[in-house]
């Protein structure tokens, strides 16, 4: 099992930055593509973005590229998501996922569907206040 825990959430104002961590435990995250999703209050969880499990491979949703960023750390075991230019849109719980990549080394697979996610962390919330 793989163990995810998000940290970093909080209150800020339109237009900060803010810094969300994943740190996983019980396995490496080497083998698993990792993304981002949120929620907002009364609607669907959303795809943020996701990496590929060497950092070759990025994709983003529409809302947040430019502003979000997405990297990790396999020898640390993390995943980061620095958020630029908040605006209140952004107000959700940040999920951390995982996605094994069953491709060959050379693999840069990604996921965007929840469907493809094995593991979920608890979330973390952001709220941005206008």
């Known amino acids: 099992q793989l163990q995810l825990v998000e940290s970093g959430g909080g209150l800020v104002q339109a237009g900060d930055s803010l810094r969300l961590s994943c740190a996983a435990s019980?396995?490496?995250?080497?083998?698993?593509?990792m993304g981002w999703f949120r929620q907002a209050p009364g609607k669907d969880r959303e795809f943020v973005g996701s990496?590929?499990?060497?950092?070759?491979?990025?994709h983003y949703a529409d809302s947040v590229k430019g502003r979000f960023t997405i990297s990790r750390d396999n020898a640390e075991n993390t995943v980061s998501l620095q958020l630029k230019s908040l605006n209140p849109e952004d107000t959700a719980v940040y999920y951390c996922a995982a996605s094994l990549d069953r491709g060959d080394d050379a693999s840069d697979y990604v996921f965007l569907s929840p469907r493809l996610v094995d593991y979920w962390g608890k979330g973390t919330l952001v709220t941005v206040s206008s």
């Open positions: 990496i590929s499990r060497r950092s070759d491979n990025t």
């Open positions: 019980g396995r490496t995250i080497s083998r698993y593509a």
